[in-house]
């Protein structure tokens, strides 16, 4: 089954403020295997559980047309108030269920969507879509995020990180078993596809406000269902974590930029011309 979160407005809001974007040699890096396997023209992609869009906007100046997806409808129109792009179309609807043709689109994407679809009926929908030789890319990234400040030791700065994410488990779906990570490598291995690619550790290392980072993790599932079963004591969470790294950092401004270092992940795989 598809688990359906995110769909607040105040959710949605803060997936557009805080959620961070693939970086360029990313999607660079779909691009060039999908131009490796498939070639041009670039007609249309579907970006699938696109959020706010943030990777929508980033793709679709490389297509003639993009569908972008999303089941909750405050994301939909978050996406809308802040995308100008024309060739851009936004459509409401789950992932296992795409208002697309067979056999018409190059490039199906889900960029840190994927482990929330119910993933064996989306990768049966993604290879109806997809035209042969059309490709797929699975992006996501870990929770595990790193920082970094000048003169300031990043060990004890990640220690305290470290504290924030474990206390942020007992939250977490069970439908995201205990990594997210496995549940792309379960999917890489059982794609019948020849044409197969699997990258991990691509580290991309993102400046930010020190509160932009708190409202990264507060964005994250895990930290929304601790906000609905004890506000006070998420509030208590991150105002501690963030008092706490200030103190390493020998700051008193939350706006203090620091370097967040995110470790991506991704699944790459061509339809077979004959499948």
Same mark, same amino acid.
């Given at each position: ?9 105040? +959710? ?22 999908? @131009? /490796? ?5 670039? #007609? =249309? ?13 980033? =793709?679709? /100046? +490389? ?16 996406? *809308?108030? &802040?995308?100008? @792009? ?9 992932? @296992? ?17 994927? &482990? ?13 879509? *997809? ?7 699975? *992006?996501?990234?870990?929770? #595990? ?6 003169? !300031? !030791? ?6 305290? !990180? ?5 206390? =942020? ?5 069970? &439908? ?22 699997? &990258? #991990?550790?691509?580290?991309?290392k993102k400046p930010m406000p020190l509160s932009s980072f708190m409202g990264l993790v507060e964005s994250f599932s895990s930290y929304q269902t601790l906000v609905r079963e004890d506000l006070q004591k998420a509030t208590a969470l991150s105002q501690d974590i963030s008092h706490r790294l200030m103190s390493v950092m020998k700051v008193s401004s939350a706006e203090t930029e620091v370097d967040v270092s995110v470790r991506y992940y991704c699944l790459l795989a061509c339809k077979p011309e004959e499948a």
């Amino acid at each position: 089954m598809t688990y359906r979160l995110f769909e607040g407005k105040d +959710h949605a809001s803060s997936y557009w403020k805080f959620r961070i974007s693939p970086s360029d040699n990313l999607i660079q890096q779909v691009l060039d295997f999908l @131009e /490796k396997h498939k070639g041009h023209p670039f #007609e =249309l992609a579907v970006d699938v559980g696109c959020g706010s869009g943030q990777g929508t906007v980033l =793709l679709a /100046k +490389h297509f003639a047309s993009m569908v972008a997806t999303d089941v909750s409808p405050a994301q939909v129109e978050m996406a *809308l108030q &802040h995308s100008k @792009e024309p060739n851009i179309t936004y459509k409401q609807c789950v992932a @296992e269920e795409l208002p697309l043709a067979d056999s018409s689109v190059d490039l199906v994407t889900a960029m840190s969507a994927f &482990h929330w679809f119910d993933r064996p009926r989306f990768l049966q929908e993604a290879h109806r879509v *997809l035209k042969p030789r059309g490709c797929m890319a699975l *992006l996501n990234y870990t929770m #595990e995020m790193e920082l970094s400040y000048p003169d !300031c !030791c990043s060990q004890t700065l990640n220690q305290i !990180c470290q504290e924030f994410y474990a206390a =942020l488990v007992p939250y977490r779906s069970a &439908h995201l078993g205990s990594n997210s990570i496995e549940l792309y490598r379960e999917a890489y291995k059982s794609l019948p596809y020849p044409d197969k690619e699997w &990258h #991990e550790c691509v580290r991309v290392k993102k400046p930010m406000p020190l509160s932009s980072f708190m409202g990264l993790v507060e964005s994250f599932s895990s930290y929304q269902t601790l906000v609905r079963e004890d506000l006070q004591k998420a509030t208590a969470l991150s105002q501690d974590i963030s008092h706490r790294l200030m103190s390493v950092m020998k700051v008193s401004s939350a706006e203090t930029e620091v370097d967040v270092s995110v470790r991506y992940y991704c699944l790459l795989a061509c339809k077979p011309e004959e499948a």
